[in-house]
C-alpha cells in the first residue's frame, strides 16, 4: 500500500465548477498536510496545509481534513482554466520530511 | 521577500561526473530539505538539514550527499552520475525544524539535471 495516494487523474471539470480533489495516507502518525499545485516543467507551489481536522478556506481554496479516516482533500471553486495543473498531496509526520502522492492532474475546461 | 534560490537551474553533465547544487533558503528558514523528481518515481525525498545537521534522510545510495552552512545555505552532490540521475532537483525551505502549525514548507524552482 502506498503511503499518499491520489487518483491519477486526468480530472476534467468545466469552468466555473467546483474541482474536488482527494488524497489517503496510511500513516496515522501523520501531523501536517499539504497541497501543492504545479505545472509542466514548474516547481511545486504551496497552496494550503492543514493540521486539524476539519475546514482550512483560503480563497477559492479548501482544505478537508478527516484524520479518522485518514483523508484529505481540496476543493477549488470557481474553478478557472489558469487552475489546470497537477496537484500534489502531502504529508509529514511532524519533521519536514514530506511524502508525496503521485499527483492528480486537473483540467479545467472551457 | 525573497523565495527559495536554487542554482544552477539546468545542466548536463556526463555519466561518471559529479555534481553540486545550491540551495539558498527563504531568510530566516534553518531547515532545508532536498528532493528529486522524475517522471517514474515522483517525488521522493533526499535528506534535510537542520541548523546544519542532517535530520533525516531517504532511501537513496551513498552517492548523494549534502550539507549544510551556518547561515542555512546548503548544497547537494551526486558523485559517480549516472543516467538515472536525470532530473529536477528541488530543494525544500521551512522556518523550524518541527511539524506542526504553521510550518509551511516552500521549494524553490529547482535545478534541472540532465545525464548524458
Known amino acids: 500500500q502506498k503511503e499518499v495516494e491520489q487518483n491519477s487523474g486526468p480530472l476534467s471539470v468545466p469552468e466555473g465548477a467546483i474541482a474536488s480533489l482527494n488524497c489517503t495516507y496510511s500513516d496515522r502518525g501523520s501531523q501536517s498536510f499539504f497541497w501543492y499545485r504545479q505545472y509542466s516543467g514548474k516547481s511545486p507551489e504551496l497552496i494550503m496545509f492543514?493540521?486539524?481536522?476539519g475546514d482550512k478556506e483560503d480563497g477559492r481554496f479548501t482544505a478537508q481534513l478527516n484524520k479518522a479516516s485518514q483523508y484529505v482533500s481540496l476543493l477549488i471553486r470557481d474553478s478557472q482554466p489558469s487552475d489546470s495543473a497537477t496537484y500534489l498531496c502531502a504529508v509529514t509526520g511532524g519533521g519536514n520530511k514530506l511524502t508525496f502522492g503521485t499527483g492528480t492532474q486537473l483540467k479545467v475546461e472551457l | 521577500k525573497a523565495g527559495v534560490t536554487q542554482t544552477p537551474r539546468y545542466l548536463i553533465k556526463t555519466r561518471g561526473q559529479q555534481v553540486t547544487l545550491s540551495c539558498s533558503p527563504i531568510?530566516?528558514?534553518?531547515?532545508v530539505s532536498w528532493y528529486q523528481q522524475t517522471p517514474g518515481q515522483g517525488l521522493q525525498f533526499l535528506f534535510e538539514?537542520?541548523?546544519?545537521?542532517?535530520?533525516n534522510k531517504g532511501n537513496f545510495p551513498g552517492r548523494f550527499s549534502g550539507r549544510q552552512f551556518s547561515n542555512s545555505r546548503s548544497e547537494m552532490n551526486v558523485s559517480t552520475l549516472e543516467l538515472g540521475d536525470s532530473a529536477l532537483y528541488l530543494c525544500?525551505?521551512?522556518?523550524?525544524?518541527?511539524?506542526?502549525?504553521?510550518?509551511?514548507?516552500?521549494f524553490g524552482e529547482g535545478s534541472w539535471l540532465t545525464v548524458v
Open positions: 531568510s530566516g528558514h534553518r531547515s
Open positions: 492543514i493540521y486539524s481536522n
Open positions: 525544500a525551505s521551512s522556518f523550524t525544524g518541527t511539524g506542526g502549525s504553521g510550518n509551511t514548507i516552500y
Open positions: 538539514y537542520f541548523s546544519e545537521t542532517q535530520r
